[in-house]
Structures are given as C-alpha cells and as structure tokens.
C-alpha cells in the first residue's frame, strides 16, 4: 500500500482553520491533522516527530501546514521546521497565515492584470495606499507590493504606533522599504487616498474603511480593492463581484472580494495540489503564492482573449 499524503496543520491559535483544512483534503490530501495552541518552540519536536515516523521516500508525502493570523510568527514557525530537517528525513512546507498569503497574493496578482490591461503600468512606481496594514492580509499585500517596486504607504487606522513597527518589521527581514502613515480620521484617510494610484483595503470584515466621496475625490487613483466580502464593503461603492469594473469617475475601476476570492481559492489549493504532485519536499510562502497567482491570472486572461477571438 503506498504511503499516504498526510497534512499536519500547526496553529497559535485555540482552533486550527476548517477552512484550510477542508481546502487540503479537497486538494487531495488523505488526512489532516490540527494542532493547536502551538508555540514556536514546540515547532522542532512536532517536525521531527513528523519526519522520523516514516521513511525518507515519504517525505514528500508528509507536508507541514502553518496558520494562525500572525504573519511573522508563521513565517518564524517555517524557518525553525526548515532547521528541523534531518536530511535525508524531511517534510513539505507551506505557510499560509489566516489565508492572507494566497488572498494577498491574488488581490496583487489581479490588480497588476487591471494595470497592465487598462494603465499600460506595472506596480514599479506605483504609488500604493493599504490599509488594515496591521492585519495579516494587509501586511503580505505591503509586502508583495514593495517587492515588486510600489511606494507603498502602509495606514494604520489607530495612529502610527503599531503601523511603524509593522513597517521597520518588513525592511529588516525583506530588504524593502514601506512608509508608515496615520489613517485613524477621516480627514487623514482623504489625504492618504488622494496621493495614491492603488488603493486596498484589508480590514476587518463588516468595517466600511473608505467613502465613495473619498474615492471621487482621488484624481490620480487608477484600482480600488477591497477583500471585505461581508457587508458592509471595506469601500464604498466596490461591488464584491467587481472585476475591473469602472467606478463612476475618472479612469478608476474596482476589484471585489469575491473576484479576489476566486483566484485566492485557486492558488491555495494549487499550492496544496503541487505540494501534493512534487517529487522532493518543497516550501511555499507568500512568494510563491504570488508567483502562482500571477500564473492563473494570465491564464484566466489569455483563455478569455481566446474566446473573444472565437466569437
């Protein structure tokens, strides 16, 4: 009997993800197993647990989940698992975070699609405004977008405090850099939004973030998306099916969470599947979950033009 694919899910929290893990089993897994209240150093003995209960040749069929909803923490908890790797006993990795990886990920993969298409633009000078920075979604999207070369400007809605230390955070490990900005009033998020091509919106579902009226106001703004899909929107006026869709003023078009969600979807499960396909152990964070959102995204496009050309 072959060896089976075995996912081990590691969490901070009180509860792993159902939705990670039905996502994994969906994708192929044989089993899922959740462990939680885990802490960064309960990491190594849980991996090499993992790893020496089966023989090297199953490995590759035995991958390392990490959740939660702190970024870092997640991305420490990959790091110490890599060290935890007796070789030739090892495991497949992936870090996905409260899903924030793979949503940011796509948020970006589909808005730099809506720049190149419409704006004839790339993120390289971008002017990028996020907020719910603070939040793990925000946080990758700051990322992602300062490693493909936006000024980006991460907007803490409680002044700059926390919003600062995420941002010293990011240059110290990524090598990028990202200005801090206070968005913790109306009239500081006018200004914030006024001076940005790119809007995003990743707070807490349920929050309106952002005003039509701030919107219109935004000569220069090009994209506006928001990943809230529950009502109501993060951003006035941005259906959660929009995809491209014009705003109502100026060149500004709008990105909704379920067509964000759609492609984020794709890539975490492509991500499992590849885990799933591999032939040696492999390692996935938000990288390579932008890498694959890139991928679908110009595959999605390119089987649409084809259509057009058909029709």
Partial sequence: MADKFILHMLSPLKHASPFDAHMALDA???AVLPYTEVTL???????QDAIFSRPPKAGVRTGIFFGGKDALLALDMMEAAKKAMVPPFAASLFADPAGSFTTAAAMLARIEALLATHFQRTFQGTKVAVFGATGVVGFAASVIAALEGAEVRMVGHDGL??????AAEISQRFGVAVEPADGSDETRKTALVAEAEVVMCAGKAGVRILSAAQLAAAQNLLVAADVNAV???GIEGVDVMADGSPLGFGQALGLGALAIGRTKYQVESG???QM????KPVQFDFRDAFALARRLVAEEKAAADKGKAGS
């Fill in 161 to 166: 405090t926390r919003v600062a230390r995420a």
């Fill in 276 to 279: 799933i396909a591999a032939e």
């Fill in 271 to 273: 991500l499992f599947r």
């Fill in 41 to 47: 150093e309960d990491v190594t003995p849980l991996v």
């Fill in 28 to 30: 192929g897994y044989d």
């Fill in 231 to 233: 009502p109501p929107s």
